[in-house]
């Protein structure tokens, strides 16, 4: 799991020796190196290692260096590549025939025709069917200059970001924690969408393997008293007030035991996600192998919750940077077993390394509703109306807000930049609430906290539709600060014993599901959404085309839409052709 793939970096050359080859040698080998260097250098996986990239030992000025390329390309596990090169080349000689991601860069410089190679290398890409992404700086350089202009790098950056997501997630699974959530469609895991756009395999385990595991003592014991060591210590003294009729309201052992097994039901999901060499030295080797699942889904309700604690503890935790072993990358565990939510966590996940927030896109509140219940105005970028992003289970604690760039703004850090103040403020502003058993008969407890305003962030959702396919949706905004009592009426509304994000997205009056904040709620094509901090949009666009998903509703300017540049010859309005470009193709796996 923790083996990443690379980026081959392909100096292509003019091939005739004699004079014009070997003046383009140098000048040829340290673009690639210029661009290894700007990727490793701004780029980091999962783990926090640099993106790795690997070179082609030689320029590629003829088939057979090409080939060569590709041998070690595969020996050394690259997943994508980007072309390089400041000259004229022989474009189907000296092309990458690999069906994964690909980029050229064909350096803007008027002594050699680097933009003549990268406008008929591009061509042969759509000719024989690979798209690929053409990098063209805007402004001409200098044949000596090796500098990576801003425009450029942009570009390199945004496709090497979407390009190591698509290769980590190859060959990966998707575990199903039980099977189908409450009649959502989206927990009816689709395997086809699995295997032929993403790659990956599905796998599933019925909810009584937990009960097994609990009852064999399948998770390592001294792991489990030190994950109840922490809990006491930053958990149990959150815990809230219970909000249950009284005849309804479990005691206080009851509630003691209810901690003990949702930190074993954290312990085991996360075996079962990505194995537990510890299990291996108790003598369970089957066990500790865990399914290779880069994302997962918890069913819960309402088989499991009706009898069992509820999956909140479970999901929140997992789902955060940190928990009783320190500070570590977040995993991706969706509520529900809603699949198709889980995959737009997993998308903000590896392009950001950012802990993912699962919600329900509860309610659309607008400023007269507001009015009329509060007798308040909505203020500031509140002042259009706001959607209320609530959920009892997955919403990362990183969500809090609490911990602060080095100017005190709010962020949710990745996770080499958390610290351990972020960790304890994050902890010391979630209340744990024992379940609402009217929802969850069974107990448990569910986090509770308000998300900090003004942070960056970007909503997206995965969709199926039949006889169309998976199709996107984006929507980038911003969290919002409510006045207090305002917020407490209307979280009062729902069910407070739940995390509250306020969301206020980004107009565009011209788009249509854009031209007011309803519009946005009205046009969402599911209950949940997922959550990331940052403006993505442009780096979802771009990961999404090289997947052949079509993006379905965004509110990015069309001039940073970033596709490979066949989707220029599907016509000249950028939704339409995205469409067509992805029938045309066709999903990246499908055989």
Same mark, same amino acid.
Request: overall charge negative; some cysteine.
């Given at each position: 799991?923790?083996?990443?793939?690379?980026?081959?970096?392909?100096?292509?050359?003019?091939?005739?020796?004699?004079?014009?080859?070997?003046?383009?040698?140098?000048?040829?080998?340290?673009?690639?190196?210029?661009?290894?260097?700007?990727?490793?250098?701004?780029?980091?996986?999962?783990?926090?290692?640099?993106?790795?990239?690997?070179?082609?030992?030689?320029?590629?000025?003829?088939?057979?260096?090409?080939?060569?390329?590709?041998?070690?390309?595969?020996?050394?596990?690259?997943?994508?590549?980007?072309?390089?090169?400041?000259?004229?080349?022989?474009?189907?000689?000296?092309?990458?025939?690999?069906?994964?991601?690909?980029?050229?860069?064909?350096?803007?410089?008027?002594?050699?025709?680097?933009?003549?190679?990268?406008?008929?290398?591009?061509?042969?890409?759509?000719?024989?069917?690979?798209?690929?992404?053409?990098?063209?700086?805007?402004?001409?350089?200098?044949?000596?200059?090796?500098?990576?202009?801003?425009?450029?790098?942009?570009?390199?950056? /945004?496709?090497? /970001? *979407?390009?190591?997501?698509?290769?980590?997630? /190859?060959?990966?699974?998707?575990?199903?924690?039980? *099977?189908?959530?409450?009649?959502?469609?989206?927990?009816?895991?689709?395997?086809?969408?699995?295997?032929?756009?993403?790659?990956?395999?599905?796998?599933?385990?019925?909810?009584?393997?937990?009960?097994?595991?609990?009852?064999?003592?399948?998770?390592?014991?001294?792991?489990?008293?030190?994950?109840?060591?922490?809990?006491?210590?930053?958990?149990?003294?959150?815990?809230?007030?219970?909000?249950?009729?009284?005849?309804?309201?479990?005691?206080?052992?009851?509630?003691?035991?209810?901690?003990?097994?949702?930190?074993?039901?954290?312990?085991?999901?996360?075996?079962?996600?990505?194995?537990?060499?510890?299990?291996?030295?108790?003598?369970?080797? !089957?066990?500790?192998?865990?399914?290779?699942?880069?994302?997962?889904?918890?069913?819960?309700?309402?088989?499991?919750?009706?009898?069992?604690?509820?999956?909140?503890?479970?999901?929140?935790?997992?789902?955060?940077?940190?928990?009783?072993?320190?500070?570590?990358?977040?995993?991706?565990?969706?509520? !529900?077993?809603?699949?198709?939510?889980?995959?737009?966590?997993?998308?903000?996940?590896?392009?950001?390394? /950012?802990?993912?927030?699962?919600?329900?896109?509860?309610?659309?509140?607008?400023?007269?509703?507001?009015?009329?219940?509060?007798?308040?105005?909505?203020?500031?970028?509140?002042?259009?109306?706001?959607?209320?992003?609530?959920?009892?289970?997955?919403?990362?604690?990183?969500?809090?807000?609490?911990?602060?760039?080095?100017?005190?703004?709010?962020?949710?850090?990745?996770?080499?930049?958390?610290?351990?103040?972020?960790?304890?403020?994050?902890?010391?502003?979630?209340?744990?609430?024992?379940?609402?058993?009217?929802?969850?008969?069974?107990?448990?407890?569910?986090?509770?906290?308000?998300?900090?305003?003004?942070?960056?962030?970007?909503?997206?959702?995965?969709?199926?539709?039949?006889?169309?396919?998976?199709?996107?949706?984006?929507?980038?905004?911003?969290?919002?600060?409510?006045?207090?009592?305002?917020?407490?009426?209307?979280?009062?509304?729902?069910?407070?014993?739940?995390?509250?994000?306020?969301?206020?997205?980004?107009?565009?009056?011209?788009?249509?599901?854009?031209?007011?904040?309803?519009?946005?709620?009205?046009?969402?094509?599911?209950?949940?959404?997922?959550?990331?901090?940052?403006?993505?949009?442009?780096?979802?666009?771009?990961?999404?085309?090289?997947?052949?998903?079509?993006?379905?509703?965004?509110?990015?300017?069309?001039?940073?839409?970033?596709?490979?540049?066949?989707?220029?010859?599907?016509?000249?309005?950028?939704?339409?052709?995205?469409?067509?470009?992805?029938?045309?193709?066709?999903?990246?796996?499908?055989?």
């Amino acid at each position: 799991m923790n083996k990443y793939p690379k980026i081959g970096i392909r100096p292509t050359i003019d091939g005739r020796q004699g004079g014009i080859r070997e003046s383009l040698e140098e000048k040829t080998m340290n673009l690639a190196k210029a661009v290894a260097d700007l990727i490793s250098s701004n780029l980091r996986n999962g783990d926090g290692s640099p993106v790795e990239c690997v070179i082609s030992d030689t320029t590629i000025g003829r088939v057979a260096e090409a080939a060569a390329c590709a041998a070690k390309f595969e020996r050394e596990g690259v997943g994508s590549t980007i072309t390089v090169t400041s000259c004229w080349c022989y474009g189907s000689e000296t092309m990458d025939m690999n069906p994964w991601p690909k980029a050229v860069w064909g350096f803007n410089g008027t002594e050699r025709p680097g933009a003549v190679y990268l406008a008929a290398v591009l061509a042969a890409h759509s000719q024989k069917g690979l798209p690929a992404f053409g990098i063209y700086g805007h402004d001409v350089q200098d044949l000596q200059d090796n500098t990576i202009p801003e425009d450029v790098a942009e570009k390199i950056l /945004r496709f090497a /970001r *979407s390009a190591q997501a698509v290769a980590t997630m /190859r060959g990966k699974s998707y575990l199903s924690m039980g *099977s189908v959530c409450m009649g959502i469609a989206g927990s009816i895991v689709s395997t086809d969408f699995f295997e032929d756009y993403l790659g990956m395999r599905c796998e599933s385990i019925d909810l009584t393997e937990f009960i097994r595991r609990m009852e064999l003592g399948i998770y390592d014991h001294e792991e489990y008293a030190k994950a109840m060591a922490w809990t006491e210590k930053y958990c149990k003294p959150r815990e809230a007030a219970d909000r249950n009729r009284p005849e309804k309201a479990k005691t206080r052992e009851e509630k003691d035991q209810d901690w003990e097994f949702v930190v074993k039901m954290t312990l085991i999901a996360r075996d079962l996600m990505t194995g537990n060499p510890k299990l291996h030295e108790m003598g369970f080797q !089957e066990e500790a192998l865990g399914h290779n699942a880069i994302a997962g889904g918890f069913q819960g309700q309402r088989q499991w919750t009706d009898f069992y604690p509820n999956g909140d503890f479970t999901e929140a935790l997992m789902n955060t940077s940190f928990d009783w072993n320190g500070i570590r990358e977040a995993y991706v565990l969706a509520t !529900e077993n809603d699949a198709c939510n889980g995959i737009a966590m997993l998308f903000g996940h590896l392009l950001t390394n /950012r802990g993912q927030q699962f919600s329900d896109v509860r309610t659309y509140w607008s400023p007269e509703a507001v009015r009329r219940v509060t007798s308040k105005e909505l203020t500031g970028i509140a002042k259009n109306g706001i959607i209320h992003l609530i959920n009892s289970g997955a919403t990362t604690l990183d969500a809090t807000g609490q911990a602060t760039d080095a100017n005190g703004n709010p962020e949710m850090k990745q996770p080499w930049d958390l610290t351990q103040e972020d960790v304890e403020k994050c902890l010391a502003n979630t209340n744990w609430c024992p379940a609402n058993r009217d929802y969850f008969r069974g107990g448990g407890f569910s986090s509770n906290f308000l998300t900090k305003g003004g942070m960056p962030v970007t909503m997206s959702r995965l969709n199926l539709v039949k006889g169309l396919g998976p199709v996107l949706q984006i929507a980038e905004g911003w969290t919002a600060e409510l006045d207090p009592e305002v917020h407490r009426t209307l979280d009062e509304r729902t069910d407070p014993t739940w995390p509250t994000t306020w969301f206020v997205p980004r107009l565009m009056p011209e788009r249509d599901a854009f031209k007011d904040v309803y519009s946005v709620m009205n046009n969402w094509g599911a209950n949940h959404g997922a959550l990331t901090y940052g403006h993505i949009g442009k780096d979802l666009i771009t990961l999404a085309s090289m997947l052949r998903i079509p993006v379905c509703m965004h509110n990015i300017a069309d001039v940073d839409v970033f596709r490979p540049s066949a989707w220029n010859a599907f016509g000249m309005d950028k939704e339409g052709s995205d469409y067509r470009a992805c029938s045309t193709y066709g999903p990246l796996y499908k055989k």
